[in-house]
Nanobody, 126 residues
Framework: QVSLVESGGGSVQAGGSLRLSCAAS????????VGWFRQSPGTEREGVAR????????YYANFVKGRFTISRDNAKNTVYLQMNSLKPEDTAMYYC???????????????????WGQGTQVTVSS
């Protein structure tokens, strides 16, 4: 079981930026996918971005394309989410995820992701 610890959340005004970090307890290269989900009160968790280890391809939810960038540093076992042009609707708890289920490569279905961090809160004010 990989331990994932997020950091970097906070409060910003609309249009601002934040960079989330996720430190993993073991080699993230062993995961089929690493990525980020988010959840707002009263809503289901939704996939934000992921990296599929098999081909290194990065997938983004439509609502963050062009604004968010996911990256990884294998030497540091860390995954990042650079968030620019933040909007109030981006307000949510952001969770780092990892998966050893190859089906994660084609889906943001939360059931394919077995390792979750505790989350870091992002609040965007208008």
């Amino acid at each position: 079981q990989v331990s994932l610890v997020e950091s970097g959340g906070g409060s910003v005004q609309a249009g601002g930026s934040l960079r989330l970090s996720c430190a993993a307890s073991e080699n993230i290269v062993d995961s089929d996918c690493v990525g980020w989900f988010r959840q707002s009160p009263g809503t289901e968790r939704e996939g934000v971005a992921r990296i599929y280890s098999s081909d290194g391809f990065k997938y983004y939810a439509n609502f963050v394309k062009g604004r968010f960038t996911i990256s990884r540093d294998n030497a540091k076992n860390t995954v990042y989410l650079q968030m620019n042009s933040l909007k109030p609707e981006d307000t949510a708890m952001y969770y780092c995820v990892a998966s050893r289920d190859a089906r994660c490569g084609g889906s943001f279905n939360a059931r394919f992701y077995h390792n979750w961090g505790q989350g870091t809160q992002v609040t965007v004010s208008s």
